[in-house]
Structures are given as C-alpha cells and as structure tokens.
T-cell receptor
Framework: AQSVTQLGSHVSVSEGALVLLRCNYSSSVPPYLFWYVQYPNQGLQLLLKYTTGATLVKGINGFEAEFKKSETSFHLTKPSAHMSDAAEYFCAVSDGGSSASKIIFGSGTRLSIRP | DAGVIQSPRHEVTEMGQEVTLRCKPISGHDYLFWYRQTMMRGLELLIYFNNNVPIDDSGMPEDRFSAKMPNASFSTLKIQPSEPRDSAVYFC???????????FGQGTRLTVV
C-alpha cells in the first residue's frame, strides 16, 4: 500500500526566502511522485512529477523537487519565494504499475508568504 | 478540451435530501477519480474508475454514498440521505493513466444544513 506524509501543515516564509516543503512516501514498488498546487476556490494543478530517470525534477513557477530513494523523500523547493506562491501544496504518490493503480494525496501544506 | 467539468459548483441542501454531483472527464482519459476535501481530513480518495468500471471504492464512507459511470463522458456521485457531516468540497479528476497528470475539476462545494 502507498502513503504520503507531508511534514508541517503550515509553512510561512518571507518573500525572497527559500521555500522547502517536505514530503515522505511509502511504497512497496518504485513510486511515481507528484506535487500539486491548489489556489483558493480552485482545483489542484500539477506542479511537477517524477516517473523515472533524473531524480531532480523541475516544474512550473520555478519549483523543483528531488527524489531520494534512500530517504523515501520528495521535498519541494524554490530558491526565492514570491507572494503569488501562497497556496496549498499537495504531494501525491502512485504505484502506476497496473490498471488498478491510483493516486494518493498527502494532507497538504499551506504556504504563506510574508512581505 | 474544456477540462474536467463539474456541476453544480455550489450545492446547499437540507439534511435527509438526496444530492447528486456530476462530472464530465476529459475526452480520452480512461481514469476518473472522486475526491472529498475537508479541513479535518484533507483530500480523500472516495472511488475511482478505469474504463467506466469501478476499481476501488474502499474510500466511500458508507452506504449512503454511491457513484456511477454509465459512459466514458459522465459520472455521478450520489449521497442519499445527506447529513451535515457530508459538507465538503468534492472534486472529480481524470487521467490518461495513474502515472500521468490528473486533471481536476473546479469542485462542488456541498453544504448540508
């Protein structure tokens, strides 16, 4: 069975500071990993995903994440926060190996940006 | 494609009434997911379909909830009878495959009073 744990339900950083949102996963097979962003009153949008290959994945809006198998982690980072980054961020995992595969989401981390 | 379309966007109903939420997935997507989002429980997977067939409904909270997908372009999530604790935002998402991006609708905000 797969699961995702996001450490910290709320993260606050200053504008221009580093953003680090933590995600750890559990999967019995090689995982497919995703980060989604949700702006108020909207559905989720894909930021980036890891399937196979390069472990450092770049996404939209300057975000990137690194797959670390030894640490079962897939943390999301952005070098310099912008006010428009304020949103809720969800890490997700899928085993992807069969027609019965599904996508499981973490509990989310709300990112606030201080001026 | 217009994306995943959900209706209605907002629904307010009285306890005990039947509620039906609707979803039109993106054409060509074989997978359809129903999620529920609340402050307390976050984003929960209720049920998902592959090629119109329910694959896993273990997330459906109880028998009051049911979901159908009569064809590739339409799905419903029904709650009967509704209760105040069902108040949440319900999202429908579709995907070509679980390793591909899931596209979400705008959600239906359900309030049961």
């Amino acid at each position: 069975a797969q699961s995702v744990t996001q450490l910290g339900s709320h993260v606050s950083v200053s504008e221009g500071a580093l953003v680090l949102l933590r995600c750890n996963y559990s999967s019995s097979v090689p995982p497919y990993l995703f980060w989604y962003v949700q702006y108020p009153n909207q559905g989720l949008q894909l930021l980036l995903k890891y399937t196979t290959g390069a472990t450092l994945v770049k996404g939209i809006n300057g975000f990137e994440a690194e797959f670390k198998k030894s640490e079962t982690s897939f943390h999301l980072t952005k070098p310099s926060a912008h006010m428009s980054d304020a949103a809720e961020y969800f890490c997700a995992v899928s085993d992807g190996g069969s027609s019965a595969s599904k996508i499981i989401f973490g509990s989310g981390t709300r990112l606030s940006i201080r001026p | 494609d217009a994306g995943v379309i959900q209706s209605p966007r907002h629904e307010v109903t009285e306890m005990g009434q039947e509620v039906t939420l609707r979803c039109k997935p993106i054409s060509g997507h074989d997978y359809l997911f129903w999620y529920r989002q609340t402050m307390m429980r976050g984003l929960e997977l209720l049920i998902y379909f592959n090629n119109n067939v329910p694959i896993d409904d273990s997330g459906m909270p109880e028998d009051r909830f049911s979901a159908k997908m009569p064809n590739a372009s339409f799905s419903t999530l029904k709650i009967q009878p509704s209760e105040p604790r069902d108040s949440a935002v319900y999202f429908c998402a579709s995907s070509a495959h679980p390793v591909q991006e899931a596209f979400f609708g705008q959600g239906t905000r359900l309030t049961v009073v």
